[in-house]
């Protein structure tokens, strides 16, 4: 049986987990995206629900022969390079309709699959689903109405801002941030505000029935912009583990980085989960098993 890693050579977390797998006697493959249609074939009857993947080495696997995927990194497809733009437009989502079936369709474990990155793209959803199990949440905006983001500014005097889907940093909301010409931008796209809860980073990574937890000690609002944050493990109060459990569940993810805000008395409040964490530096600076936790999702 083989186990795919979503994702390329060029990502870090890819390269560790797929070194570790093959060392400890897994057959393990690249899926990456960027591949197809140009040196990776695929074939797919979708009555029969079976077929093959081809890849560059030119080794082909049955798709019912894949006992699991771990979904690091979808890359999408690449421009297809004809003179034509609208077909090259064509070729471009015919291959990414493909590509898409076997990540909705491929018969295996999936860590994780379609549904949990659906829902963290559409981050609202989300934070919908977390809500409705009675979790403490910071009150949140998104919106693109400028009436709106300055009542919610005037109700939080304390707030941040990042952005609805991702790819920037969190950031303190700041009376120069309202003025004409911010609010004017709204018209190219909305904005998530959220009350900023005071407190400590905890980054709790849920791996099916396994939960480990560490605390990241940092002075900026996003510790992701710290060169140098101090993490340690954290003990997670039993309460918190079966909540984080229950999270993950509600966003279809058996493996996910859980973003925590805890409070100086005592209350944690959920910010964000990711279904594709990276926890290289986590791992490295407490000592916590999580290389072994993801592969065991992967192989048992």
């Given at each position: 049986?083989?186990?795919?890693?979503?994702?390329?050579?060029?990502?870090?977390?890819?390269?560790?987990?797929?070194?570790?797998?093959?060392?400890?006697?897994?057959?393990?493959?690249?899926?990456?995206?960027?591949?197809?249609?140009?040196?990776?074939?695929?074939?797919?009857?979708?009555l029969a629900d079976r077929g093959?993947?081809?890849?560059?080495?030119?080794?082909?696997?049955?798709?019912?022969?894949?006992?699991?995927?771990?979904?690091?990194?979808?890359?999408?497809?690449?421009?297809?390079?004809?003179?034509?733009?609208?077909?090259?437009?064509?070729?471009?989502?015919?291959?990414?309709?493909?590509?898409?079936?076997?990540?909705?369709?491929?018969?295996?474990?999936?860590?994780?699959?379609?549904?949990?990155?659906?829902?963290?793209?559409?981050?609202?959803?989300?934070?919908?689903?977390?809500?409705?199990?009675?979790?403490?949440?910071?009150?949140?905006?998104?919106?693109?109405?400028?009436?709106?983001?300055?009542?919610?500014?005037?109700?939080?005097?304390?707030?941040?801002?990042?952005?609805?889907?991702?790819?920037?940093?969190?950031?303190?909301?700041?009376?120069?941030?309202?003025?004409?010409?911010?609010?004017?931008?709204?018209?190219?796209?909305?904005?998530?505000?959220?009350?900023?809860?005071?407190?400590?980073?905890?980054?709790?990574?849920?791996?099916?029935?396994?939960?480990?937890?560490?605390?990241?000690?940092?002075?900026?609002?996003?510790?992701?912009?710290?060169?140098?944050?101090?993490?340690?493990?954290?003990?997670?109060?039993?309460?918190?583990?079966?909540?984080?459990?229950?999270?993950?569940?509600?966003?279809?993810?058996?493996?996910?980085?859980?973003?925590?805000?805890l409070t100086p008395a005592g209350?944690?409040?959920?910010?964000?989960?990711?279904?594709?964490?990276?926890?290289?530096?986590?791992?490295?600076?407490?000592?916590l098993p999580l290389t072994k936790?993801?592969?065991?999702?992967?192989?048992?």
């Amino acid at each position: 049986m083989t186990i795919l890693i979503l994702g390329g050579a060029d990502d870090d977390h890819v390269v560790h987990m797929h070194a570790y797998l093959s060392t400890h006697n897994n057959d393990v493959e690249f899926l990456d995206s960027r591949d197809f249609p140009s040196c990776m074939q695929i074939r797919y009857d979708p009555l029969a629900d079976r077929g093959h993947i081809r890849f560059p080495s030119g080794r082909s696997v049955a798709m019912e022969s894949i006992k699991s995927v771990y979904w690091r990194c979808y890359n999408g497809i690449p421009p297809i390079d004809l003179p034509d733009p609208e077909q090259a437009h064509i070729a471009q989502n015919d291959a990414r309709s493909l590509f898409e079936s076997l990540l909705i369709n491929l018969p295996c474990r999936w860590v994780n699959g379609w549904n949990g990155f659906q829902l963290h793209q559409t981050k609202g959803a989300a934070l919908a689903r977390v809500a409705k199990l009675n979790v403490a949440v910071p009150a949140t905006l998104l919106a693109n109405d400028a009436d709106a983001i300055r009542e919610f500014a005037q109700a939080h005097p304390c707030c941040i801002f990042k952005p609805v889907q991702g790819g920037a940093h969190t950031r303190r909301l700041t009376g120069e941030h309202l003025n004409a010409q911010n609010l004017a931008n709204l018209a190219y796209a909305p904005v998530t505000l959220q009350e900023e809860i005071s407190g400590t980073n905890i980054r709790v990574f849920v791996a099916g029935e396994k939960v480990l937890a560490c605390e990241v000690a940092s002075t900026e609002i996003d510790f992701r912009d710290d060169g140098a944050p101090q993490i340690s493990p954290h003990e997670l109060p039993p309460a918190l583990v079966d909540q984080s459990q229950q999270i993950a569940q509600a966003l279809d993810l058996i493996w996910a980085g859980i973003d925590y805000r805890l409070t100086p008395a005592g209350e944690y409040y959920f910010l964000e989960a990711n279904p594709s964490p990276m926890f290289l530096g986590f791992e490295e600076q407490t000592g916590l098993p999580l290389t072994k936790a993801l592969a065991r999702l992967l192989t048992d």
